[in-house]
């Protein structure tokens, strides 16, 4: 249909937790889209992926109906669940708060793969550890 | 010994971070540590009127938006802004915006943007939860807005809805293609079409249809499917004349492309209803169409959206 875009929302949310609170309801209500039918189609997609954050990418059109997709973890998600951390380091200069093997990097990336600007394992990586680097998490 | 404030019930507080693309990922993650609920994220879109209506993310700063329970006091504030200027990242970020949010009913809110619509001489698209006493000769249809295209917002969805008002009769055989929310299909019944085929791509929208004829009483006269045109056909028989009117409402790309599918479906003496482009590209369909074999175009528009109408002539030379 003709689909004229009028917004594109990402929201990044716990799987299987989205409810019309901030901050599915503050960045979807402005646009008059229907927030319970997203937050019921986004925890029925999401339900078998408790713990993560997966994140939705939103489409609102002109007329008020949406769609969206959904995206992988982010990577600095899934690093500090390799590597057992609780937050990232506020400095990495100054921090390192934990680390990861570069099995578990390749691993990270694999899953990122979709996600990413490439189709190149190693360069995920790449893209992954910089990502690493800068929460002080190092790739042992 | 103070510990932190007490959240005020109903209160919050909106964080937003203008940052960089490439440094999104790791100010959402900051501010997903004060706000576990998640994040949002607005990035810098072009959505200007292209041949598809698609959109195109920029590499332009994004806006990053989390909320927490208010208050969010001055000490706090300044422990998230330490925060986020240590992190290392690519390109200065924005200043730090915060703004005051009242609890709203936001699962009740969106709403207020529907209300009852009157399109044509007799077609009513009501959103469900607004009661509405049909009067004679009225089509009623009732829709919830939601994850399917044709809510009856869209200048396109009411250009097709005044189409088939002219052209359906009783006993009317339609083609839906591109059908979203069904809103089309059902209007068709409405109307008193016999029989309608409702097709689209996503297998998404087809449930949301499906749903929305239920509904409306109008599933027992629509067969929906998930497919299209050509190869994607989901029918046994082909689709050539099988019906009276053919109705697409999709894209000038789509329209151009699928007309040759189009106009073969619709049967002598029938007619094609297409729209979702705009000025420009009418000229084009319209010469489509006539190549594809159908004859007598009239183009009607509504603000910048404009629809074709074309028939096949009752007997090919």
């Not at chain 2, 879109?45 to 927490?68: H, N, Q, S």
């Not at chain 2, 009732?142 to 359906?168: K, N, S």
């Not at chain 2, 029989?195 to 949301?208: E, F, K, N």
């Amino acid at each position: 249909m003709a689909k004229k875009v009028r917004a594109v929302v990402t929201l990044q949310i716990p799987a299987g937790q989205a409810n019309p609170a901030p901050p599915v309801g503050t960045a979807l209500g402005p646009h008059g889209i229907n927030i319970m039918d997203f937050c019921k189609a986004y925890n029925e997609q999401t339900r078998d992926k408790a713990g993560q954050i997966i994140p939705a990418r939103i489409t609102i059109f002109e007329d008020r109906s949406f769609n969206f997709v959904l995206k992988t973890p982010p990577a600095s998600d899934l690093l500090r669940k390799a590597a057992g951390v609780e937050k990232g380091s506020a400095n990495q200069l100054r921090e390192q708060v934990g680390s990861v093997t570069r099995a578990q990097l390749r691993e990270i990336a694999t899953l990122k793969l979709p996600d990413l600007n490439t189709k190149d394992v190693e360069q995920a990586m790449k893209v992954i550890e910089g990502t690493a680097r800068s929460m002080g998490i190092e790739v042992r | 010994m103070s510990g932190p404030p007490e959240p005020t019930p109903g209160r919050w507080v909106e964080i937003t971070v203008t940052a960089d693309p490439a440094d999104v990922e790791l100010v959402a993650d900051a501010l997903s540590e004060v706000a576990p609920a998640g994040v949002a994220i607005l990035p810098a879109i072009r959505t200007d009127d292209d041949r598809e209506f698609g959109v195109e993310e920029l590499p332009l700063p994004a806006r990053v938006v989390a909320a927490v329970a208010a208050p969010l006091p001055p000490h706090e504030r300044a422990r998230l802004e330490l925060r986020l200027a240590e992190l290392p990242l690519g390109a200065p970020l924005g200043a730090v915006e915060y703004r005051d949010v009242a609890e709203s009913d936001w699962s009740e809110e969106w709403k207020r943007f529907y209300t009852l619509q009157r399109i044509g001489r007799r077609l009513v698209v009501r959103p469900s939860w607004t009661p509405y006493e049909a009067r004679a000769g009225e089509a009623v249809v009732a829709l919830d807005p939601g994850m399917a295209f044709g809510t009856g917002q869209h200048e396109t969805t009411r250009l097709c809805l005044e189409a088939l008002e002219r052209l359906v009769r009783d006993g009317t055989t339609v083609l839906d293609v591109g059908t979203g929310s069904g809103v089309l299909a059902i209007a068709a019944v409405k109307l008193g079409a016999a029989s309608v085929r409702a097709l689209d791509t996503d297998a998404g929208a087809v449930a949301v249809a499906t749903e929305n004829a239920a509904r409306n009483d109008a599933g027992e006269r629509i067969e929906f499917a998930t497919g299209s045109l050509g190869d994607a056909w989901p029918w046994r028989e082909p689709p050539r004349g099988c019906a009276a009117l053919v109705v697409v409402n999709i894209s000038a790309a789509a329209v151009e492309a699928l007309m040759p599918e189009l106009a073969e479906a619709v049967a002598p003496g029938g007619a094609l209803i297409a729209s979702g482009f705009i000025a420009r590209d009418a000229p084009g369909i319209a010469e489509r169409a006539r190549l594809a074999g159908l004859g007598g175009a009239e183009l009607t528009a509504d603000g910048d959206w404009w629809c074709l109408v074309a028939r096949r002539e009752r007997r090919e030379r």
